[in-house]
């Protein structure tokens, strides 16, 4: 046998063991979700700095989507001072594109009652130190994570309900309860809530009963600039 036609077959067999073996990966986690959780709330955690855990986690493939509850961030190794607590989260997915170049999109997002508290203390990782570059090994499994899943993940719709957000300083409390926001198809956002700041020292108390905005374009993640409406 010609030395080329050995190192097709070599090259062949490597990656059938390796869709082999990525099968076996992906029907083990799929078939235990307690080790998918605490794979997510591991991965989550030292992404982020902070201790992040889940109450339960639940994913099915038809129809393709996420569930969580009692979702739970602390402050950890690199985040302090944050605290926030979703009960219900849902995501409703689906891959699009041609094999190879898949995108995982979000067609749409559901956060519900959930509660944020920023203390005066309050930091979150710097970002400035430079990205170590992957090994071979590991930029190959990311290369062929790319290939046979998806290389990025895009978001279509999201709502969020019922959400409140405390943020104190030095001798203010800034609260925003009743948060509603709707991110449509056109990635244009509408919100509303309602606003109480407490500044004892000053004998400041403000509040503002019903606010709401709506932006008139597409946000850009790229290009961040925000055209809109605010009703008070």
């Not at 569930?67 to 891959?95: C, M, Q, T």
Request: with cysteine.
């Amino acid at each position: 046998m010609k030395t080329g036609k050995k190192i097709i077959l070599i090259i062949s067999g490597i990656i059938l063991l390796l869709l082999i073996l990525l099968s076996g990966t992906v029907w083990f986690f799929y078939s235990h979700p307690d080790r998918v959780k605490a794979l997510v709330e591991t991965s989550l955690s030292d992404a982020i700095g902070a201790s992040v855990t889940l109450g339960h986690l639940n994913y099915s493939m038809s129809p393709f989507h996420v569930e969580a509850e009692g979702i739970s961030v602390k402050p950890g190794d690199g985040v302090r001072g944050i605290y926030l607590n979703a009960p219900n989260f849902r995501a409703d997915l689906s891959l699009t594109g041609p094999f190879g170049r898949k995108s995982l999109l979000i067609r749409h997002l559901v956060v519900s009652d959930f509660s944020c508290r920023i203390l005066k203390e309050a930091n979150v990782p710097s970002s400035s130190e430079p990205e170590k570059s992957p090994s071979f090994l590991r930029g190959l499994a990311k290369q062929l994570m790319a290939l046979l899943f998806f290389r990025d993940v895009r978001l279509r719709e999201a709502a969020l309900s019922n959400g409140n957000l405390t943020l104190q300083t030095e001798g203010q409390t800034l609260r925003a309860t009743g948060i509603t926001a709707h991110l449509n198809q056109d990635h244009q956002i509408e919100l509303s809530l309602s606003l109480s700041l407490d500044w004892p020292s000053k004998g400041v108390h403000m509040s503002i009963p019903s606010l709401q905005m709506k932006t008139e374009q597409a946000i850009s993640l790229a290009k961040p600039e925000i055209r809109g409406r605010i009703t008070i």
